[in-house]
Nanobody, 124 residues
Framework: QVQLVESGGGLVQAGGSLRLSCAAS????????MGWFRQAPGKEREFVAA????????QYTDSVKGRFTISRDNAKNTVYLQMNSLKPEDTAVYYC?????????????????WGQGTQVTVSS
């Protein structure tokens, strides 16, 4: 398993931006696919975005396409989630996930390592 530590959450007004970071403690970061999930109060945890080992391939849930960008820096063992044009419905705890070979990006059962989460609150 990989230790993951998220940062960058906070309170922002609707239309604003935040960049989340997730630092991984592993010497083989480039061998892991990385993902972001979120969980709003009273709701199930849901997939947000994922990126493959090299960073060439990405996937997003429909509700964030065109607003969020996932990226990674393998030299820094870090994955990022740039969130623009934030909406109140983006309010949630955001979790970073890692797995060497997730069978389904959209399923949280596919991911073997998780961070503790960081709160994002978007005010209207």
């Amino acid at each position: 398993q990989v230790q993951l530590v998220e940062s960058g959450g906070g309170l922002v007004q609707a239309g604003g931006s935040l960049r989340l970071s997730c630092a991984a403690s592993t010497r083989t970061f480039s061998s892991y696919h990385m993902g972001w999930f979120r969980q709003a109060p009273g709701k199930e945890r849901e997939f947000v975005a994922a990126i493959n080992r090299s960073g060439i391939s990405t996937q997003y849930t429909d509700s964030v396409k065109g607003r969020f960008t996932i990226s990674r820096d393998n030299a820094k063992n870090t994955v990022y989630l740039q969130m623009n044009s934030l909406k109140p419905e983006d309010t949630a705890v955001y979790y970073c996930a890692a797995d060497p070979s997730p069978w389904n990006y959209y399923s949280d059962y596919s991911w073997g390592s998780w961070g503790q989460g960081t709160q994002v609150t978007v005010s209207s």
